[in-house]
């Protein structure tokens, strides 16, 4: 089915962007005029490149004046035949699919007229065009058809062919010549008409696993999913995101669609790998092997090389040169998760104890004794695996070697055999040279007028009589060794006396917020079991004693820095909980102003939004200093400035939540469980974090939750089981194929008993001289880590649209450099993915569609820096989530196993009128409910006769006695338990109003701002990656 070349195709690209350009769809610069400092487009002369990206000197450079990808995104989806003369683009045939002409969304704009700034990269133009219109130009999409349909894309099995002419469920104008899915990761979209179509056949180097049929791919519904037409028209509003036919943008005479199923799909490569290595035991035992996806579970075990749930990294090979990396422009990263969660059937860290000496290190480079130290003269001595400096073994220390050459006691030492394990250290690591004592934490409650009349000061201390109990301690001590202590404030500070001999709490005011002090040593920080009594006393005491305030005003820097003050003159560290719910506008330190301005997005002031006012980079430091950890609760109800607020959290390795216009009735079981999980968390205070390397590279940048004070050495006033730093690395020599790329991380850092401990991870990847070898271990879910908080970094610094076109730019230079270097030899038409990277243009476009890259009028600034600043501190398998959500199909549950049905794709076409799908991203989750779900469904769930009687205002589903509610609260249990924030519930109902806010998630569709759809993405990738390469 691959002959695409209908006469209407043949129009050229550039025929094709002069009739568009005549109805004013060419986006802007990007694609048309060569750009300064992107790569090689046009003179290198700016200085805007972060990361290894855009890099001047690169070897590619487009034709002049050919005008990049300005297409996919302006081609609009057929709905039906089009009528006659529809190839002509006169804007009146652009009418909604719903009939009312007056409703067309702008594409990223809303619905003001359209501006006449050029737009970033593609997915974010400012075009006036209807997101569901009901004809198409035939000459664009026919052309786009013969691209698709003659697109040959990674690895969906020999012979997989479509059950029939039809795609599932659609309307059948759209039979025609159909795409088969060939047996590997090519896929062909011409850019010019003179190609033959490419041979469905041709192998590509790297030989992609069989996968499943298309149907089976989608996740335990039977047979293709109807998408119901009655989809398509939402009386009165926009029409959303990706109404399915937008998918394929083809006309002319014999219509063409391209089918979904096609390109690749994340689920169906989620799948795959639990299908391959789900369940089995993963042992680190190999250097630079590739470990299970983050979303496969399986058991882990440690022989040498630490678990991926501590490291994982973009490529588990290192090119050997610098020329090599810089032509492939792989990131070469590892992320990081020191304090990673083990589960319980797996081996939690050993703790190394050598007394008085303390861990054994090399002498040159300081390298702490682990697996990659090799033992020479008997045993006497060991050279270094990272400096290669010959040591001698200290005597404590001697073992004989065997007649292998390796120590006879190889497995009884955890720093011989592992890749993780802790080392007791001496008080050398100490601050002062003195033992550290036990953390405290302080909790710190904004007791103004709206906080007490919310109800939510009252909520938070009959929580924490609770909660005290549940301080978190090591595995062997009966009680927790954290101290507490109360502070209360408004425009001034109280702290309270809850010293066990009192019979009551006592209060002490500061009210000189400017130079803040702490009032009282003794008695603020105490025992929760000996104080019990006076601390509860107090927490009955503190709503009522504020009961009747009129104050409104808040300060918030004086806050911390008092919190910070009380820790530092108790010799410890700590974490402060700051339950904080208005802008800081009382005459203090830290006070703020509102400078919430619309009217920057899209202008090279926009960054200001994200950069913080006043002193709070100072206090930061200062807070980092002292080992005091900042954790924040907001509770806006406008505009409250997080970049300026969430800054100190975010660099002592605090958390930052945020409840918008909090009630007490819906919001508080959220709020409450984020309490709880964050107080329980198992942690390290005053943490210090350095990473080390063999010879040959180095760590160059380091992103996260963390602070820098030098260029090697990653501050974190605490660090938290999901906390992870992202580490890029960089050649300062050639590499030896032979020895490989040896990483340790070493953290020092007082444990929640406090004592002082260096927790080690070691992993040792592969090395090579051929570019296949690189491209083969790639982990896509890593490169995304590692490209959103680049990003989300450089943002700080750099105009969206520069991050924005490097990212797209960068993406186009890794697929281009593979199809050049790697791929057999194939025709310029062919897009062809590396089978590791095949889905990294579907995630790429999540995360430059994500909220904090896409500046739009109607996304709060507040909202993007809070997303901006989680993203900042994730792990992979957060950020995996985040960016692609979890869809799952709950009509078809199986009650009768524990199996939870596989995920479906996250696009509208997947939904079904007759279904239930649960969606999360580890921040928000939805209960999708189709219009005619079955009342049996509707009754085992929400204990109602129908559709109708379903209340959407619920957060959470009623507990029923029955097999279907007990099992899909099993699974919301199960997704939520892996996550750290707690997501509440939102119930969506088809076609209601909040089903736009739902359609956002659905990231593989157009998005309701504008961004493009992954077909769309994928087309224009493609485009980038054949002007490299001519």
Not at 984 to 999: A, G, H, N, T
Request: charged content about 15%.
């Amino acid at each position: 089915m691959n002959h695409a070349y209908s006469c209407r195709g043949h129009n050229s690209w550039n025929e094709k962007i002069a009739i568009m350009s005549q109805q004013g769809y060419v986006a802007a610069p990007p694609y048309s005029q060569s750009q300064p400092g992107i790569g090689g487009f046009g003179p290198p002369n700016s200085s805007i490149h972060y990361g290894h990206y855009g890099d001047p000197n690169s070897s590619y450079s487009p034709q002049p004046g050919v005008s990049k990808s300005a297409v996919p995104f302006g081609s609009p989806a057929p709905v039906g035949p089009p009528p006659a003369g529809a190839q002509q683009f006169s804007q009146t045939s652009f009418q909604n699919g719903s009939g009312t002409p007056g409703q067309q969304p702008h594409r990223f704009q809303g619905p003001s007229p359209p501006s006449n700034t050029g737009p970033s990269y593609p997915p974010f133009s400012h075009q006036s065009q209807a997101a569901f219109p009901n004809t198409a130009p035939a000459s664009s999409t026919a052309q786009l058809a013969d691209q698709l349909n003659s697109m040959q894309i990674n690895s969906y099995g020999p012979g997989t062919a479509p059950s029939s002419g039809v795609s599932p469920g659609h309307p059948a104008a759209f039979q025609g010549p159909r795409l088969l899915p060939p047996s590997q990761q090519q896929m062909g979209l011409p850019p010019a008409p003179q190609l033959p179509p490419p041979p469905t056949n041709s192998i590509n180097g790297l030989g992609a696993q069989p996968a499943l049929p298309p149907m089976a791919r989608q996740g335990g519904i039977p047979g293709p999913v109807p998408p119901n037409p009655n989809l398509q028209h939402l009386p009165g509003q926009p029409p959303g995101p990706g109404y399915h036919p937008q998918q394929a943008q083809l006309s002319g005479p014999p219509q063409k669609k391209l089918d979904p199923d096609s390109i690749p799909s994340p689920i169906q490569v989620i799948e795959n790998d639990k299908a391959a290595r789900g369940g089995q035991v993963y042992a680190t035992n190999t250097r630079g092997q590739v470990p299970p996806l983050v979303t496969t579970n399986c058991v882990i075990q440690d022989q040498g090389h630490a678990s991926p749930r501590f490291i994982r990294c973009t490529t588990y090979c290192f090119p050997v040169t610098a020329d090599m990396a810089k032509q492939a422009r792989i990131p070469l990263a590892a992320v990081i998760q020191p304090f990673a969660a083990v589960p319980p059937n797996e081996t939690p860290l050993y703790l190394v104890n050598h007394g008085e000496t303390g861990p054994i290190r090399c002498n040159r480079c300081k390298a702490y004794m682990c697996p990659f130290m090799q033992f020479i003269e008997g045993g006497r001595r060991y050279q270094c695996g990272f400096c290669n400096c010959i040591n001698d073994v200290p005597p404590f220390f001697f073992q004989h070697l065997d007649h292998m050459g390796r120590r006879i006691d190889h497995y009884e030492r955890p720093e011989l055999s592992l890749g993780s394990y802790e080392y007791v250290a001496t008080l050398d690591y100490c601050r002062d040279k003195k033992p550290p004592k036990p953390p405290a934490f302080i909790f710190m409650i904004d007791v103004s007028y709206r906080n007490i009349k919310s109800g939510l000061v009252k909520l938070i201390c009959d929580e924490l009589k609770t909660l005290l109990d549940k301080l978190p301690r090591e595995e062997h001590e009966e009680s927790s060794a954290i101290r507490v202590g109360f502070v209360t404030y408004n425009k001034v500070l109280h702290f309270f006396n809850v010293k066990s001999s009192l019979a009551q709490p006592q209060m002490m005011v500061v009210t000189d917020v400017a130079e803040v002090f702490v009032p009282l040593l003794d008695g603020f920080l105490v025992d929760f079991e000996e104080s019990r009594s006076v601390v509860t006393n107090l927490l009955d005491q503190i709503p009522e004693l504020f009961a009747d305030t009129n104050e409104s005003e808040t300060i918030f820097a004086p806050v911390i820095q008092a919190g910070m003050e009380a820790l530092k003159a108790a010799e410890c560290a700590g974490k402060l909980f700051i339950f904080h719910s208005s802008l800081p506008t009382a005459e203090a330190p830290g006070k703020l102003k509102n400078r919430d301005d619309r009217k920057l997005l899209n202008t090279d002031k926009e960054k200001t939004l994200f950069q913080p006012q006043g002193n709070y980079e100072a206090l930061a430091k200062d807070c980092v200093t002292n080992g005091c950890c900042v954790n924040l609760f907001l509770f806006p109800n406008q505009y409250m400035d997080v970049a300026s607020m969430g800054l100190v959290t975010m660099y002592t390795g605090g958390t930052l939540y945020k409840y918008n216009n909090f009630q007490l009735e819906t919001d508080s079981p959220q709020f409450l469980s984020d309490l709880r999980k964050d107080i329980q968390k198992k942690m390290g205070f005053d943490a210090t974090m350095r990473v080390r390397t063999s010879t040959g590279f180095r760590a160059t940048d380091f992103f996260g939750a963390i602070y820098m004070n030098n260029t090697t050495d990653v501050e974190m006033a605490a660090v938290d089981c999901d906390k992870a730093v992202t580490v890029e690395f960089k050649h300062d020599d050639k590499l030896n194929e032979d020895a490989g790329a040896l990483i340790q991380c070493a953290v020092l850092y007082t444990s929640m008993s406090g004592q002082r401990r260096i927790r080690i991870h070691n992993i040792g990847l592969n090395c090579s001289s051929q570019l296949a070898d690189v491209y083969r271990t790639c982990e896509t879910d890593a490169l995304i880590n590692f490209f959103a908080k680049s990003a989300f970094k450089a943002i700080l610094s750099q105009p969206l649209k520069t991050v924005r076109d490097i990212l797209m730019n960068q993406t186009a230079h890794m697929l281009a450099c593979y199809k050049k270097n790697c791929a057999s030899p194939a025709a310029v038409s062919q897009l062809i993915l590396p089978d590791t990277m095949k889905v990294l243009p579907v995630y790429m476009n999540c995360l430059l569609k994500s909220c904090v890259l896409a500046g739009r009028p109607e996304i709060p600034t507040d909202e993007r820096a809070f997303h901006r600043q989680l993203v900042m501190a994730m792990g992979v398998a957060d950020t995996q989530l985040f960016f692609y959500p979890l869809l799952l199909p709950i009509h078809s549950l199986d009650l009768k196993s524990d199996v939870v049905p596989a995920a479906v794709r996250c696009s509208e076409e997947r939904l079904s009128e007759g279904g239930a799908f649960l969606l999360a991203n580890g921040l928000s989750m939805f209960l999708w409910l189709g219009a005619s779900v079955s009342p049996e469904l509707i009754q085992g769930l929400f204990n109602v006769p129908s559709f109708a009687h379903i209340s959407t205002e619920a957060t959470s589903l009623p507990n029923l006695d029955n097999p279907f509610s007990k099992k899909l609260k099993h699974i919301l249990e199960q997704i939520q338990s892996q996550k750290p924030y707690t997501m509440k519930l939102m119930i969506v109902k088809q076609r209601e109003q909040p089903e736009m806010l739902f359609r956002q998630f659905l990231v593989e569709d157009k998005s309701v701002y504008g961004g493009a759809s992954y077909v769309d993405f994928l087309v224009c990738i493609h485009k980038e990656i054949s002007q490299l390469l001519s």
